[in-house]
């Protein structure tokens, strides 16, 4: 019985340390474009696969490679 004198200040400190930093993100306006991300995702989509199978056939030919400069000549 004696520990729910510890848990209920605490529950409450919890709840108003919640509610404090709700309020924060409101007015710092974590909330305010609810639909940008999700439309920015879709627009996106078609532009990363360009670039990624322009870096794989870049990568994948071995004729178009250049050395680096720390490999030195090979043996």
């Known amino acids: 019985m004696s520990v729910i004198y510890g848990l209920i200040p605490g529950m ?3 709840g108003l340390v919640s509610v404090l930093v709700f309020f924060w993100a ?3 306006g974590q909330y305010d474009d609810m639909e940008g991300p999700a439309h920015r995702i879709l627009d996106d989509d078609d532009l990363g696969e360009n670039k990624l199978n322009v870096n794989n056939r870049d990568t994948n030919n071995a004729d178009t490679k250049k050395p ?8």
């Open 12 to 14: 409450i400190l919890l």
């Open 26 to 28: 409101v007015r710092s």
């Open 68 to 75: 680096d400069a720390d490999d030195g000549p090979k043996a």
